[in-house]
Structures are given as C-alpha cells and as structure tokens.
C-alpha cells in the first residue's frame, strides 16, 4: 500500500475505532439492562440474559462497518468477553 492510502485509510480506522468504543460506553450498557430486565422472560425459555444482552449488541456489531473492520472472529472474540 502507497503512503497516500495510508493517510487516507488512518482516519478511517480512527474513527471506526472511536464508534466502536462509543457502542461499548453507550450501547452495551444499555443492552445488559434491557436483557436484564427482561431475565424473568428470557429464564422461562431457558436464556441466560447475559448471552441475550451479548446476541443484541453482536446485532449490531454484525451489521456496523466500524466493528465488521476488525473481521467476524475478532467480533466474536470482543463480544464474548463482555460481562
């Protein structure tokens, strides 16, 4: 790769790494209390609410450019980390 793809493609990995960490401030949290508000549900069909907060947060890494960057196993990887 030539120096000027490099100047170019460096922001872009700047700020898919900044969306990524603003899903983890933002939208993680926010997937742990929705799942966890709904344990009661989700144990009755035999769920944990930790791996359904995990599956609606992969949703969304799934299908956002700034987390499909890093590659499917990555993904995996990061998302089965969380608590």
Same mark, same amino acid.
């Given at each position: 790769?030539? &120096? =000027?793809?490099?100047i170019i493609?460096?922001?872009?990995?700047?700020?898919?790494?900044?969306?990524?960490r603003? @899903? %983890?401030?933002?939208?993680?949290?926010?997937?742990r $209390? #929705? *799942?966890?508000?709904r /344990? @009661?549900?989700l144990? =009755?069909? !035999? $769920? @944990?609410?930790?791996? *359904?907060?995990r *599956?609606?947060?992969?949703? !969304?890494?799934?299908?956002?450019?700034?987390?499909?960057? %890093? &590659? #499917? #196993? #990555? $993904?995996?990887? /990061?998302? @089965?980390?969380? =608590?």
């Amino acid at each position: 790769m030539s &120096g =000027r793809w490099k100047i170019i493609w460096l922001p872009v990995a700047a700020w898919f790494a900044l969306t990524r960490r603003l @899903d %983890l401030q933002l939208l993680w949290p926010a997937c742990r $209390i #929705e *799942a966890y508000a709904r /344990r @009661d549900a989700l144990q =009755r069909q !035999h $769920i @944990d609410w930790l791996d *359904a907060a995990r *599956a609606a947060f992969a949703v !969304h890494a799934m299908s956002d450019a700034g987390w499909r960057w %890093l &590659g #499917e #196993e #990555e $993904i995996t990887r /990061r998302i @089965d980390k969380l =608590r």
